[in-house]
């Protein structure tokens, strides 16, 4: 059984950047596709953008497309986002994911981590 465990959520000030981290175990995702989502209080959880393990094909949401880039280093089975040019905007939950399919809804990724607080203060 697989799981994803991310870190590197904090307060950062707008304009400022940070790197979350997404490890993952248990099992081969060598074949999926690593989805970072993000939810806000009060509103639907909303595609960041996504990494194919294997083929490194990126994809990335209109918001944070320029800002924000995915990576994965193979031989340490972890996923990344380095989020620079931070905006208040961008404060949520942010959840690492897997799934089978190259999609941005997030009811099509089977695996899910705890999620982890990044703040953006104007």
């Known amino acids: 059984q697989g799981q994803l465990v991310e870190s590197g959520g904090g307060l950062v000030q707008a304009g400022g950047s940070l790197r979350l981290s997404c490890a993952a175990s248990?099992?081969?995702?060598?074949?999926?596709?690593m989805g970072w989502f993000r939810q806000a209080p009060g509103k639907e959880r909303e595609f960041v953008a996504a990494?194919?393990?294997?083929?490194?094909?990126?994809y990335y949401a209109d918001s944070v497309k320029g800002r924000f880039t995915i990576s994965r280093d193979n031989a340490k089975n972890t996923v990344y986002l380095q989020m620079n040019s931070l905006k208040p905007e961008d404060t949520a939950v942010y959840y690492c994911s897997a799934g089978p399919a190259w999609t941005t809804s997030p009811a099509a990724y089977g695996y899910w981590g705890q999620g982890t607080q990044v703040t953006v203060s104007s």
């Open positions: 990494i194919h393990w294997s083929g490194g094909r990126t």
């Open positions: 248990g099992r081969t995702f060598s074949s999926y596709v």
